[in-house]
């Protein structure tokens, strides 16, 4: 196990660095930078801009630069567009909104997917089956950005319930629309994959033993098949961080909500080299040792996976 | 293709489809024709097929039919008359009263919204198709090659892959595409295809390298090999033929994922750039009016909603008639 975790470990922090390289060359090599913008410097003030952010130092230098203020101090620098403000900064600020939205949405996924999904297995091929499997079908076919405002018309423009837009701190009414819009889709993934799996545990040999043995049916499906049947979707976390991360930045942008997503698109509109090298380090870090992480957990949960 | 002796409505309509393929897959292999009937029970399936048809032919004629019956193109907008030049609701003319002109209202320019979300239909299909496509170039070949070339150099290969899966794509791809936007909209549209296809070749790779992995080995390989046939060709007219069920139903799969990235790089405004328009942009258009004009937000976005949970109805129904061992969602 140890050595899987070092081994993988190998893996990660080299992958983290190629990310933060191509995002750093993708900016290097398109045309134009951050004052290339609207109105023509005076060559003068962009001549001291540039030596102020080394953008007067050949490219390697530039690159070595950046990459060792990441490796040894993990600091990102100075934010262009908003002047003044360290990147971390920015992200330490952000987090939490995005944090926030996404875990709420994750739980919600988790509870509503699991139970969806389990009822359909249970009662394959009846109405209950049909039902919650098109109504996860539509979660995964309606883009957010679609799904967002319609909840937004018709539970804040239309009834008056839910406030429409804005962060308003933790636990807030504001949080109720952007958790809904986020988890839609992975509502409905946990929904297919919960049944998937369930269909498959529920044919095996031990939960005939199990039967056999005279359990009741809630014990049958609560202790034995669950716990067979969830596997699919402690494998999807991985990808579902990957999906969390598109969805941010959509329901960030829709509930204009101060989070790590809409930064990072304002960020890579303005050209904010700074900003976007920090936000994607920041976001490669989190996901890949998440992946680790959801790779661990697989494994003590799973006698028969072993790493070696 | 042989002629059938009873004609039921039924293989009426499959006979319609299975011409359309190419014929070599229909000859003389029953595993199509099979696979076909288990399609056509599945009702979801065959919904989405008809869905799906009726859109794409929608999206290709409905723009000529609109300008022949009413005189106007998707971007025609009203001169002379400034009372035209704003948004109408659904069915309803200038003066608020009931008219077939706009079924789906207009937009703020007075542009007629049905004739844009088929002409936006247009390009939300025709980038899933192509970036597919790309996608399919990519992992077909890649998987291939990999599976049958074997030992360390496949090795190297899928630990590529590995890496390449961990990666954050959205980030990446949002960076690349708002790093080069270009300044016509054709351009961005190629960059769209090299950014939403060169990320969505990885699945396919390994769907394919194991298809070519449990194929290697088989006589027919084996019969080629020994009449000194090259390893190319082995590849791509004996190994990559075999492959196609699994390829076609991923393939179907990846179209809807692929619209659905394109709609949301449109929506954050770098994906398809005025004057083209996608399903995707006209939404995010239609956001901007959400309170007071929604029908600009609903058709588009409930027309794209429908067209991919259709598609993902005819994956799902293929997958199972094609391949009923192949599980994942």
């Known amino acids: 196990m140890l050595r899987f975790i070092i081994r993988r470990l190998l893996i990660t922090i080299p992958t983290i660095l190629v990310v933060i390289t191509i995002a750093w060359g993708l900016i290097k090599l398109a045309p134009g930078n951050f004052y290339s913008g609207e109105k023509r410097l005076p060559p003068a003030i962009e001549k001291n801009i540039r030596e102020k952010y080394g953008l007067d130092k050949p490219w390697y230098q530039q690159y070595g630069k950046t990459m060792w203020n990441i490796v040894r101090h993990f600091d990102f620098g100075t934010s262009l567009r908003f002047e003044g403000q360290s990147v971390n900064g920015i992200i330490w600020r952000s987090l939490p909104v995005s944090a926030a939205v996404g875990i709420l949405a994750y739980i919600l996924a988790l509870v509503v997917g699991i139970a969806m999904g389990s009822i359909a297995a249970l009662k394959q091929n009846s109405r209950w089956d049909y039902s919650s499997m098109a109504l996860a079908m539509l979660g995964i076919s309606i883009p957010n950005f679609v799904l967002g405002p319609i909840l937004v018309l018709v539970f804040s423009l239309s009834l008056y319930w839910l406030p429409p837009s804005r962060w308003g701190g933790f636990p807030s009414w504001n949080l109720v629309l952007p958790v809904i819009t986020l988890s839609a889709i992975y509502m409905a993934y946990i929904a297919r994959l919960t049944r998937a799996g369930m269909l498959e545990v529920l044919r095996s040999d031990y939960i005939r033993t199990a039967r056999a043995k005279g359990l009741s049916e809630k014990d049958v499906v609560i202790k034995h098949a669950l716990r067979g049947g969830l596997m699919p979707v402690v494998s999807f976390t991985g990808p579902a961080l990957a999906f969390l991360l598109t969805g941010t930045v959509v329901v960030e942008r829709i509930f204009s909500l101060p989070g790590l997503g809409n930064y990072f698109i304002q960020a890579s509109l303005n050209r904010d080299e700074p900003l976007i090298i920090g936000i994607v380090a920041f976001i490669a870090i989190t996901l890949l040792f998440m992946n680790l992480l959801v790779d661990i957990v697989y494994a003590y949960l799973d006698p028969r996976v072993r790493y070696n | ?329």
Do not use: C
């Open chain 2, 1 to 329: 293709m042989e002629p059938e002796n009873k004609i039921s409505p039924e293989m009426a309509v499959a006979e319609e489809v299975h011409s359309e393929e190419p014929s070599e897959l229909v000859h003389g292999t029953s595993l199509w024709r099979d696979a076909w009937r288990r399609l056509l029970k599945n009702k979801l399936a065959v919904f989405g097929l008809i869905v799906v048809i009726l859109i794409t032919l929608a999206s290709i004629t409905g723009p000529t039919i609109i300008k022949r019956t009413f005189g106007f193109t998707p971007d025609y907008i009203p001169t002379g008359d400034m009372k035209l030049v704003r948004s109408f609701p659904p069915f309803r003319g200038p003066d608020g009263e009931f008219s077939w002109k706009h079924p789906m209202g207009t937009d703020n320019a007075g542009r007629d919204q049905l004739a844009r979300v088929l002409q936006g239909g247009q390009i939300s299909l025709f980038v899933g198709i192509i970036a597919t496509l790309v996608s399919l170039i990519i992992g077909v070949s890649y998987g291939a090659i990999s599976g049958y070339v074997g030992g360390s150099v496949d090795n190297l290969m899928m630990r590529i892959v590995d890496v390449l899966y961990s990666l954050p794509y959205v980030i990446l791809v949002i960076v690349l595409l708002a790093m080069f936007r270009s300044q016509t909209p054709r351009g961005q549209l190629i960059l769209l295809f090299v950014a939403l296809g060169s990320v969505s070749w990885l699945t396919m790779a390994r769907i394919v390298r194991g298809q070519v992995l449990s194929l290697k080995n088989q006589e027919f390989v084996l019969a080629a090999r020994a009449t000194g046939v090259s390893a190319p060709r082995i590849i791509f007219r004996h190994l990559v033929p075999n492959t196609l069920g699994p390829v076609i139903v991923y393939a179907t799969l990846t179209i809807p994922q692929i619209m659905l990235s394109e709609a949301f790089l449109s929506f954050l405004g770098l994906g398809v750039q005025a004057p083209l328009a996608s399903w995707g942009s006209l939404a995010a258009d239609g956001i901007q009016n959400i309170a007071i004009f929604p029908w600009q937000l609903i058709f588009p976005g409930v027309t794209m909603a429908l067209t991919l949970f259709s598609l993902n109805f005819l994956g799902d129904g293929l997958r199972d008639a094609l391949d009923p061992q192949m599980r994942t969602v």
